[in-house]
């Protein structure tokens, strides 16, 4: 079974810059999670989609970051402009259904250095 | 709001010593207990998981039992080997919130 697949793996933009990162689930998996990890800290949420729909996006600063989850499949994740702070490890997640018993299962996560 | 607070590190060990990290959490609810683990250049995995009191999650040597009276998931595995040299996360969800909340992670280093 594919794991979960994200792109870019690293990425070094300037402040101000936009960027976007991609991530695909594993197949069947109906519900998706974005985490910011800086480093140090553990990764805490920015958004958590249940098929295409937004389940929890409170942690998620809207003024500059945007996510989508077309047909319920791959996601994106967006940073405009970016910032310093915006510096970290962005990792996504899937699980087969989103209750809170269920394993999520991560991808390697894309590495953001802004300069 | 739900917390998890996890045994300071980086912790260093000889090969085939007791490990035990400790995690002690806050929830509001009824909570599922995990540890992921994180080896050098490789992504967040989970290791063990238990989802209801008095459960023990055990992997690859690894246990942690969830302990309700005492709100603590510590682990523990009786033999560490050079190949457990990696970034420990304690974290939980909660019934109706079903993102994980993470402690800050325990850098593992086991010597020969």
């Known amino acids: 079974e594919a794991g979960v697949a994200q792109s870019p793996r690293y990425k070094i933009i300037e402040k101000r810059q936009s960027v976007a990162f991609w991530c695909n689930p594993i197949s069947g998996h109906a519900t998706l999670y974005w985490y910011q990890q800086i480093l140090g800290q553990g990764p805490k949420l920015l958004i958590q989609?249940?098929?295409?729909?937004?389940?929890?996006d409170s942690q998620l600063p809207k003024d500059r970051f945007s996510a989508e989850r077309l047909k319920g499949v791959d996601s994106t994740l967006k940073i405009q402009p970016a910032k310093l702070e915006d510096s970290a490890v962005y990792l996504c997640?899937?699980?087969?259904?989103?209750?809170?018993?269920?394993?999520?299962?991560f991808g390697p996560g894309t590495r953001l250095t802004v300069l | 709001g739900d917390s998890v607070t996890q045994m300071e590190g980086p912790v260093t060990l000889s090969e085939e010593a007791f490990l035990t990290i400790n995690c002690t959490y806050t929830a509001t609810g009824y909570p599922s207990l995990f540890w992921y683990v994180q080896y050098p250049g490789e992504g967040l995995q989970l290791l063990l998981k238990a989802t209801k009191a008095d459960d023990k999650g055990s992997n690859k040597g690894f246990e942690a039992t969830y302990r309700k009276e005492t709100t603590s998931f510590h682990l523990e595995k009786g033999s560490v080997q050079v190949s457990d040299s990696a970034v420990y996360f304690c974290?939980?969800?909660?019934?109706?919130?079903?993102?994980?909340?993470f402690g800050t992670g325990t850098r593992l280093t086991i010597i020969p």
């Open positions: 974290a939980l969800t909660d019934f109706g919130n079903e993102k994980l909340t």
């Open positions: 989609f249940q098929n295409n729909g937004v389940v929890d």
């Open positions: 997640a899937s699980s087969p259904s989103g209750v809170s018993t269920d394993t999520q299962y």
